[in-house]
């Protein structure tokens, strides 16, 4: 589930945090135990926050948070650093929470705590997996249970960190606003970052030919192991026209998330009816489209925004969550992680996220 801001312990994310020790791929509660850290016995934790944009990132040590009524504590293994961690952490994006704030919008790890009624969903021992608008890069955090998925026993919990925000923004584009059809052909731009590469992988679990747009050959190369069936070099001038020759009547389905020219020149490789789902604008640049295109396809422009999805119909972003969970711990699909630092070296992180030359998520293991 993705939170909103109005959630009570989402927004006091911001009271919690702290590095933990190594992380435990199995989630083995008492292994988490023996590693308590002397910060630990003094009820104190670390997070990751932002006082003052201009400022930037700063690692705080504060008091350990206790859940309250209706919510789980988790003591966070691993959490994901994205391109739309860093705009929120800057105050580049549309959602700019009050200051301070823990940033961070996914994690996993391992219940620690219970508040009164909270239900028998989840028990002290188990490993779950969560995103919000904000908190994650904490060493607990505390969320209500609707927030929270299980994480299969075989699943890495770093992979489990990283999993919700991105397959579910791709399932949903392609399945519930793209209407995407097995047989159809499906054009992915940014192919090998994170949602770019959940989208390849779930195009292919829906029935679609895939087309990977991307630039430079390891990226081709991922792109080919992420499933694409074909791959056109978004760096050529003409990479429309080689789409245009791989899919000669035209894509069905678009997924965007990068914006800029590309926005442009994708719309115009679409087929009668075709669907360009605009994602986001890792490019930087928010792309412009002459409204006649639409009219000579019959084709639309279709946003895909999860966080909303989550805040308005919140029970159908959990079951998806769920099923993307099921995916996962099913091996049909998986992200790419390329490397995995302490909270401490969250500088080294947040760079690693900037290089466009990066192919796979960073995380960050308190």
Not at 102 to 123: I, K, Q
Not at 311 to 331: I, K, N, Q
Request: a negative charge.
């Amino acid at each position: 589930m993705i939170f909103d801001r109005q959630e009570r312990r989402i927004i006091n994310f911001d009271d919690a945090s702290a590095p933990m020790p190594e992380h435990n791929r199995s989630g083995n509660v008492q292994t988490l135990r023996n590693n308590i850290t002397t910060n630990e016995r003094e009820s104190e934790m670390q997070a990751l926050r932002i006082h003052d944009y201009d400022e930037g990132i700063r690692l705080d040590t504060m008091p350990l948070l206790s859940p309250g009524p209706g919510e789980i504590r988790v003591r966070v293994q691993a959490c994901g650093v994205s391109f739309v961690d860093l705009l929120v952490a800057g105050g580049g994006y549309q959602l700019r929470p009050p200051l301070p704030f823990v940033a961070g919008s996914e994690f996993a790890g391992v219940v620690d705590a219970l508040g009164d009624g909270v239900g028998s969903r989840f028990a002290v021992g188990d490993r779950v997996s969560g995103s919000g608008a904000i908190g994650a890069w904490t060493q607990y955090a505390c969320v209500p249970p609707t927030g929270l998925t299980s994480v299969a026993a075989s699943v890495p919990i770093e992979e489990a960190a990283v999993l919700n925000v991105p397959y579910a923004t791709a399932l949903y584009g392609l399945r519930e606003r793209g209407h995407l059809q097995r047989g159809e052909t499906l054009l992915v731009l940014g192919a090998t970052g994170s949602v770019g590469h959940a989208a390849v992988q779930l195009g292919k679990l829906l029935g679609a030919r895939v087309i990977a747009a991307v630039s430079g050959e390891l990226k081709r190369t991922a792109a080919l192991e992420s499933g694409a069936d074909e791959v056109v070099d978004a760096g050529d001038p003409e990479w429309k026209n080689q789409v245009k020759l791989l899919a000669a009547g035209g894509v069905d389905v678009v997924f965007d998330t990068v914006g800029g020219d590309m926005t442009d020149a994708a719309f115009r490789t679409l087929g009668w009816g075709g669907r360009h789902l605009m994602v986001g604008f890792a490019g930087g640049q928010i792309g412009a489209l002459r409204s006649n295109l639409a009219i000579m396809k019959g084709a639309s422009l279709v946003g895909v925004d999860i966080r909303q999805f989550g805040a308005r119909e919140p029970a159908r972003a959990s079951a998806l969550m769920e099923e993307v969970a099921a995916l996962h711990g099913d091996a049909r699909i998986r992200p790419r992680v390329a490397a995995a630092l302490p909270l401490a070296q969250f500088a080294e992180a947040t760079a690693r996220v900037r290089d466009r030359n990066t192919i796979g998520r960073i995380l960050l293991c308190p």
